[in-house]
């Protein structure tokens, strides 16, 4: 956005939506491994919690650090907080739901 339309990212609010939340996204070693491979240590610690051998993932944090760290104020990022999984009656989930789900959809404006 900054490239294309000269948007000064300190001014740029961003909103992360409804998605699966750190109490239900639970993955296996090889996908850690993975989420290991994409991020830095720092954000890592901040997000990867292991409990009895499992491990959750905190996506919405992950994606706030990672603003943060490209420019965004953290005070202009605003999480909804809601799990999809947990909310499956108000949201579709592929935890929940499997192949037989809906998708989101988000609109953006420019102003």
């Known amino acids: 956005m900054s490239a294309m339309y000269g948007s000064e990212q300190e001014?740029?609010?961003v909103g992360i939506g409804p998605s699966i939340g750190p109490c239900c996204y639970e993955v296996n070693g090889d996908i850690?491994?993975?989420f290991?491979?994409?991020f830095n240590d720092d954000i890592i610690a901040k997000v990867v919690k292991a409990i009895e051998n499992k491990y959750y993932i905190d996506l919405w944090e992950a994606n706030k650090l990672t603003?943060?760290?490209n420019g965004i104020k953290g005070s202009l990022i605003e999480t909804s907080e809601c799990c999809t999984k947990c909310n499956s009656e108000r949201f579709f989930s592929h935890r929940n739901m499997g192949v037989d789900r809906g998708s989101q959809v988000a609109i953006m404006v420019l102003k």
Do not use: V
Request: charged content about 40%; overall charge negative; cysteine-free.
């Open 36 to 38: 290991n491979l994409s």
């Open 32 to 34: 850690k491994k993975e």
């Open 67 to 69: 603003l943060i760290e």
């Open 11 to 13: 001014e740029m609010i």
